[in-house]
C-alpha cells in the first residue's frame, strides 16, 4: 500500500489505491472514544519496512497502547466487494519478533469492528493472510508494538463482454433453426406418406 515507494506524510487521513481499473480506500483512525480521523504516512525504510502507517506515531506505523489497539487502518472493500472480488488476503509487514498484527471487520466506515480470527505473530510478517467474513471494511490494527499494512489481493471472475457473447449466441441461433428445420421436414414427410 505504497505504490510509489514513497516516504513522506499522504496528506490526507485517506487515500485511494488503483489496480487494473479496481479501487479501495484506506482510511487511518485513532481509537479514542469515538474513532478520529488520522493522516497516513506513506513508508519505505528499506526491507521490512514498507507500508502504509500514520503520520506523528512512532516509527510511522500503528501502535498499541495496554495491550489494544492504539490505531488502524481500515480499508473500504465495497467497490470490488461490489465488482465480484472473492479471496481476499492481506500482508502486512514489519511484524519483528514479539509484534503482531489483528484484523477487524465491520459494515460501517469509522468503526473497528469484530475481531477477525487471532493474533498474528512474526511467522506472519509480510505474508498473505485469508480475511474470513462478509465485512464491506476490514481494519488493520498492531496487536502488539507496531506494525504497516502492505498489500491486499483478491480474485475476480471476469463477465464475458458481449463481443465474446456473439459467436455463443450465434451458434445457439444456428443449432436451433436447424432443429425447427429438421422436424418441419420430418412432419411433411411423414403427411405425405
Same mark, same amino acid.
Given at each position: 500500500?505504497?505504490?510509489?515507494? $514513497?516516504? =513522506?506524510?499522504?496528506?490526507?487521513? #485517506?487515500?485511494?489505491? /488503483?489496480? &487494473?481499473?479496481?479501487?479501495?480506500?484506506?482510511? @487511518?483512525?485513532?481509537?479514542?472514544?469515538?474513532?478520529?480521523?488520522?493522516?497516513?504516512?506513506?513508508?519505505?525504510?528499506?526491507?521490512?519496512?514498507?507500508?502504509?502507517?500514520?503520520?506523528?506515531?512512532?516509527?510511522?506505523?500503528?501502535?498499541?497502547?495496554?495491550?489494544?489497539?492504539?490505531?488502524?487502518?481500515?480499508?473500504?472493500?465495497?467497490?470490488?466487494?461490489?465488482?465480484?472480488?472473492?479471496?481476499?488476503?492481506?500482508?502486512?509487514?514489519?511484524? $519483528?519478533? =514479539?509484534?503482531?498484527?489483528?484484523? #477487524?471487520?465491520?459494515? /460501517?466506515? &469509522?468503526?473497528?469492528?469484530?475481531?477477525?480470527? @487471532?493474533?498474528?505473530?512474526?511467522?506472519?510478517?509480510?505474508?498473505?493472510?485469508?480475511?474470513?467474513?462478509?465485512?464491506?471494511?476490514?481494519?488493520?490494527?498492531?496487536?502488539?508494538?507496531?506494525?504497516?499494512?502492505?498489500?491486499?489481493?483478491?480474485?475476480?471472475?471476469?463477465?464475458?463482454?458481449?463481443?465474446?457473447?456473439?459467436?455463443?449466441?450465434?451458434?445457439?441461433?444456428?443449432?436451433?433453426?436447424?432443429?425447427?428445420?429438421?422436424?418441419?421436414?420430418?412432419?411433411?414427410?411423414?403427411?405425405?406418406?
Amino acid at each position: 500500500m505504497n505504490p510509489n515507494s $514513497q516516504n =513522506g506524510n499522504v496528506g490526507a487521513s #485517506f487515500a485511494d489505491f /488503483t489496480s &487494473g481499473g479496481y479501487t479501495i480506500t484506506a482510511r @487511518g483512525y485513532d481509537v479514542a472514544g469515538t474513532d478520529t480521523p488520522h493522516e497516513l504516512y506513506f513508508k519505505n525504510a528499506g526491507a521490512g519496512e514498507f507500508g502504509l502507517g500514520l503520520v506523528g506515531t512512532l516509527n510511522n506505523e500503528l501502535q498499541t497502547s495496554g495491550g489494544t489497539p492504539s490505531n488502524y487502518i481500515q480499508l473500504d472493500l465495497r467497490s470490488i466487494l461490489g465488482q465480484g472480488f472473492t479471496g481476499l488476503e492481506i500482508s502486512v509487514g514489519s511484524v $519483528q519478533a =514479539g509484534e503482531s498484527f489483528l484484523l #477487524f471487520g465491520s459494515n /460501517t466506515q &469509522g468503526v473497528l469492528g469484530t475481531q477477525i480470527g @487471532g493474533a498474528y505473530g512474526s511467522a506472519f510478517d509480510d505474508q498473505f493472510v485469508a480475511i474470513t467474513g462478509n465485512y464491506q471494511f476490514i481494519s488493520v490494527a498492531a496487536g502488539s508494538k507496531d506494525i504497516l499494512p502492505v498489500a491486499l489481493r483478491g480474485t475476480i471472475t471476469p463477465v464475458p463482454e458481449m463481443s465474446a457473447l456473439f459467436p455463443i449466441v450465434g451458434l445457439i441461433a444456428a443449432v436451433s433453426c436447424t432443429q425447427i428445420l429438421r422436424r418441419r421436414r420430418a412432419q411433411k414427410t411423414a403427411s405425405i406418406s
